[in-house]
């Protein structure tokens, strides 16, 4: 069966308004889920995408959890995924039968101490965590033909259209600082597609796409000549330690990119701050969780089918533009990239919370 996102999208409203079972926590005989209704919680609204992953998983999920038992995806956006997942955190019992799946919208506003946030990460067990990636390139007339030549621009102004300094751009923003380049931000850009436009019409001379959207988009540009691509974000391999992008494999990570520009590898407080933010954004951006102090057999009964669901033939032969080629972490994996994306030094966190508030008022 082929499953794309129009697929998903199109069973959305069919899930979206069935309400959950509740009640007391049944005696699980080696985690049983027969006869169970699991509602998966997505602090976003429908056609996102963490609601598109989740739909994807569902079937999946439902076929491999003991007792196969149903499964209904229940979108709860506002606050920018804050109003559900502290709903998820209020509300979930350590049971089995509500699960969440967040994104790096979500762990921002934790990580920089946001006061509405009343979610704590410690207290949520992963037991899937998706990641993607994306790729940052630069117009050809700047004479840029890899990250070896960006010190030929450092004291140019470039230009960045961002979302918001405390968005998902907050990634690119802290690596230009750490790669030491001069970039000036036009915050209020609507979506990445509008940076897009911007670059594409010369407003802006430096921009980043996620993957799917740097294939479908930015690919033609730069067959055209009109764009050259400088790194990727990299990815995280299963020791937490930046690796190659396996879409862009032949493109340098960033850390690849500083050495190539510095000639050693980053550091300090800087370097940290990106750690967590790069971590949060792209390496772990999207973790499916359980409250922490489910028992042993509930989670390992989702971790299994986590693991049998991303092995399934189906799932690999449909994967396509909603997964990519990122491997999917369970287990002991999915832990590591956890930790990287949902902690942050309390040294780097005043720094990074000082930087925005006194760089671009932003109000903590």
Not at 93 to 98: A, E, L
Not at 212 to 239: Q, R, T
Not at 302 to 319: G, I, M, R, S
């Amino acid at each position: 069966m082929k499953i794309d996102r129009r697929t998903l999208l199109a069973g959305a409203a069919a899930s979206a308004g069935i309400a959950a079972v509740s009640g007391p926590r049944s005696a699980f005989a080696a985690a049983d889920f027969s006869g169970e209704t699991i509602e998966w919680i997505c602090p976003f609204s429908e056609g996102g995408g963490s609601s598109v992953l989740a739909r994807f998983y569902l079937p999946f999920l439902k076929k491999y959890l003991p007792g196969n038992p149903d499964i209904v995806v229940r979108n709860i956006p506002g606050g920018g995924s804050i109003t559900g997942t502290n709903e998820f955190a209020a509300r979930a019992r350590p049971d089995g039968k509500m699960i969440i799946v967040t994104s790096a919208t979500t762990q921002f506003p934790y990580l920089l101490g946001d006061p509405r946030v009343r979610y704590d990460y410690k207290n949520f067990t992963p037991v899937l965590v998706s990641p993607t990636g994306g790729v940052c390139y630069l117009p050809p007339d700047l004479g840029v033909k890899s990250a070896a030549d960006l010190n030929k621009i450092k004291d140019k102004e470039l230009i960045y259209g961002s979302q918001g300094p405390t968005s998902l751009d907050l990634v690119p923003m802290i690596a230009f600082l750490v790669l030491g380049l001069n970039v000036r931000y036009v915050f209020g850009m609507p979506g990445r597609a509008d940076g897009r436009l911007a670059f594409e019409r010369g407003e802006t001379t430096i921009d980043y796409q996620t993957s799917g959207a740097y294939l479908a988009n930015v690919v033609p540009l730069v067959e055209a000549g009109k764009a050259v691509p400088i790194f990727s974000w990299g990815v995280l391999d299963e020791n937490g330690e930046f690796a190659r992008d396996p879409t862009f494999p032949d493109l340098p990570h960033f850390v690849e990119a500083y050495e190539m520009m510095h000639g050693k590898k980053p550091e300090g407080i800087e370097f940290d701050v990106y750690k967590a933010v790069f971590g949060s954004g792209f390496a772990a951006q999207k973790p499916v969780m359980l409250p922490k102090k489910t028992p042993k057999d509930i989670v390992d009964a989702y971790t299994k089918a986590f693991e049998q669901a991303v092995a399934d033939p189906e799932l690999q032969a449909n994967k396509g533009e909603i997964l990519g080629e990122y491997k999917q972490a369970t287990g002991a994996a999915a832990e590591k990239l956890y930790q990287v994306a949902t902690t942050m030094p309390d040294e780097a966190r005043e720094w990074l919370r000082n930087y925005l508030i006194n760089n671009y008022n932003v109000k903590l």
